[in-house]
Every structure is written in C-alpha cells, then in structure tokens.
C-alpha cells in the first residue's frame, strides 16, 4: 500500500547526489580553511607573545 504522506520528488535521484556531494566537499574546504586560519593565528599570538616578552 503506497504512503499517503510520501510526496514525488521533482529532483532525479542522481542530481539529489551530485549536489549532496558538492556541498559535503565545499563543508570539507571550509573547514580545512577553518583549521589553517586557527593554526595560523596561534601561531601568530605566540609569536607576538615572544616579541612582546622580549621587550
């Protein structure tokens, strides 16, 4: 017996996945960006730290 709340979806099933995937790898730049910046600025505020101990 066919779900009476099941509504046809307008998206082939393959295009519903291709743009799953783009937008799982675009979260997976984003993120890695994420990271570098993180890494990258503690970096930096430990540099400063020893620039400014030095003083």
Do not use: C, G
């Not at 984003?30 to 020893?50: M, P, Q, T, V």
């Amino acid at each position: 017996m066919p779900n009476p709340f099941e509504v046809a979806s307008p998206f082939d099933e393959a295009q519903a996945l291709e743009t799953l995937i783009d937008v799982l790898a675009e979260e997976v730049i984003d993120a890695r960006s994420s990271e570098i910046n993180a890494r990258r600025a503690a970096a930096e505020h430990s540099e400063n730290l020893r620039l400014a101990r030095a003083l």
